[in-house]
């Protein structure tokens, strides 16, 4: 079995798979508590992957192996500067399910990110914007008058609002909406084979205002950390 540990920026996720990489068990924590996800983790596995993408600098088991941009990974960087090793497990996941190229992953997490692996099987990068609680939480931080907001998931036909509140959440929500849909437009003008995957913490909630044609993929992260696994134990 391989563990598959996940450090983000909001939350903590263990996957569990077999070898052949089905996913056994997912288990989530809205913090870091090392105690916790040992024990979650069953004494038959045989491979423990770690991946940080937060500022945490926890110390954890000499077991564990760490993977990060300097793993090996089954393509080519076109990026000069630091990457959250993240954004590369998203888009091999995405290129281990659908087996093709090019491939587009939009992360509605913490931030929205849009990762690219072209044709040629290159990492060309793409925009990093605020995810939906950051935007909510900017618009509360950075005035004085405007409250701060859990996010609310509704997308509505009007334009109409009858509060600050559901102003808020309209401009918020529907915002990422419209930058995601724009966003795959021009890529898509790159190459129109293009596949797109929708992946993150918020995926799900945003995949039913979408466009169709985009896959909601839930562990796309975990998956891409198996594939480069796989790939580094059996290239």
């Known amino acids: 079995m391989i563990a598959i540990v996940e450090r983000g920026n909001t939350r903590t996720k263990l996957c569990l798979l077999s070898f ?9 924590w809205n913090e870091f508590i090392l105690s916790s996800i040992v024990d979650e983790i069953p004494d038959i596995t045989e491979h423990i992957r770690y991946c940080n993408t937060s500022q945490g600098l926890e110390t954890v088991p000499k077991n564990w192996i760490e993977i990060g941009v300097d793993s090996k990974w089954p393509f080519e960087l076109n990026y000069s500067s630091r990457i959250g090793v993240d954004r590369l497990a998203l888009v091999l996941g995405a290129k281990y399910v659908c087996g093709k190229l090019p491939i587009l992953v939009v992360s509605c997490g913490t931030c929205l990110t849009f990762s690219f692996l072209d044709s040629n099987n290159i990492f060309q990068g793409g925009a990093i914007s605020p995810g939906l609680s950051m935007r909510l939480k900017a618009m509360n931080s950075f005035t004085g008058s405007l409250p701060l907001l859990s996010p609310q998931y509704e997308s509505g036909f009007s334009q109409k609002t009858f509060n600050t509140e559901s102003s808020m959440q309209k401009g918020a929500y529907e915002g990422m909406i419209y930058e995601i849909e724009q966003r795959i437009r021009l890529f898509k003008d790159l190459d129109s084979g293009l596949k797109c995957f929708l992946s993150g913490g918020d995926g799900p ?5 979408l466009e169709s044609g985009i896959f909601a993929t839930l562990n796309l992260e975990a998956i891409g950390l198996y594939a480069q696994w796989n790939y580094e134990h059996n290239k």
Do not use: C, N, T
Not at 20 to 28: H, P
Not at 205 to 209: D, L
């Open 205 to 209: 909630a945003f995949a039913k205002s």
């Open 20 to 28: 052949s990489g089905i996913i056994v068990d997912v288990k989530y």
